[in-house]
């Protein structure tokens, strides 16, 4: 997860979702997200489509929910296709800029669909945090019900806008009003 199945299930189901939520703390601040990265630890060569969401959330953890329920109030911030051909950091700069407040936590929902039947794995890396992970995945459409909460939480990387602050110049305050009274 979240760009295909990994060894535990089986290799044909081509329909993943994935949700994960990363602590404010963890993030470290706030700003305007621009990119996300996952690491793909196995490279494939079929084309995917991915929808990518992002929304703040109040929640530290998951309690089993449905795809449809979290991304109800989500935006989405990209959705395009892609081959997850390379064993490196894979990223994906948003077709919607998302900005993040730095206080809540936040929310990243994955749908990914192939038209591949096998060999779909991609085994992103991970790291185990109880319970802030949800993962669905079906071999016949979108997964429906709820999902299985655990600790694989997909490893991330997010990128915000760098921006400079605009500097003012009144230093020639004198031309740029002028007026004379007779």
Not at 95 to 120: E, K, P, R
Request: glycine share 8%.
């Amino acid at each position: 997860y979240p760009f295909g199945i990994d060894g535990r299930f089986p290799s044909t189901a081509n329909y993943v979702r994935s949700a994960s939520i990363y602590t404010a703390a963890e993030i470290g601040g706030g700003g305007i997200v621009s990119k996300l990265e996952w690491y793909v630890g196995t490279s494939r060569t079929d084309t995917r489509t991915i929808d990518i969401y992002l929304k703040h959330t109040s929640l530290s953890t998951f309690s089993a929910a449905t795809v449809d329920d979290l991304i109800a109030d989500a935006t989405l911030v990209y959705s395009n296709a892609f081959v997850p051909n390379q064993t490196a950091w894979y990223g994906f700069d948003l077709q919607n800029d998302f900005a993040y407040d730095g206080t809540s936590n936040l929310m990243v929902i994955v749908l990914v669909n192939s038209g591949q039947t096998s060999n779909l794995t991609s085994a992103c890396h991970y790291s185990n945090n109880a319970a802030m992970h949800q993962q669905w995945h079906d071999n016949d459409g979108a997964p429906f019900g709820n999902g299985t909460v655990n600790g694989n939480r997909p490893n991330i990387r997010i990128t915000f806008n760098s921006f400079s602050v605009p500097v003012a110049n009144f230093a020639v305050m004198s031309n740029i009003f002028r007026e004379d009274f007779e």
